[in-house]
């Protein structure tokens, strides 16, 4: 099972990227899949979850910038991240629960806002 994340990039503060984190391999479905950040010398964060039945959960820090949305049978989540700012500035990473309790993570993929 492998987790590609993609869409990272430079922007300026206020404006938007769209990150997507698709699954590949055998799995059959998953619990959730969400994405986290870690910034320079920072620990890795939780940014936000979306369950196999649509339910979303968000940090605080990007309630009303970010949306979480999937696509089941493309086994892919997005992140569209708008109003970005120089905070967000981290490497991203998706991650899938599978059935069983296990954690897989994509390779990560730099958000980089200038101000």
């Known amino acids: 099972v492998q987790l590609q994340a993609s869409g990272g990039g430079l922007v300026q503060a206020g404006g938007s990227l769209r990150l997507s984190c698709e699954v590949s391999g055998r799995i059959l479905r998953f619990i959730t899949m969400g994405w986290y950040r870690q910034a320079p010398g920072k620990q890795r964060e939780f940014v936000a979850n979306?369950?196999?039945?649509?339910?979303?959960d968000y940090a605080e820090s990007v309630k009303g910038r970010f949306t979480i949305s999937g696509d089941n049978a493309k086994r892919t989540v997005y992140l569209q991240m708008n109003s970005l700012k120089p905070e967000d500035t981290a490497v991203y990473y998706c991650?899938?629960?599978?059935?069983?309790?296990?954690?897989?993570w994509g390779q990560g993929t730099l958000v980089t806002v200038s101000s």
């Open positions: 991650k899938m629960l599978a059935p069983g309790g296990r954690d897989y």
């Open positions: 979306r369950s196999s039945g649509g339910y979303t």
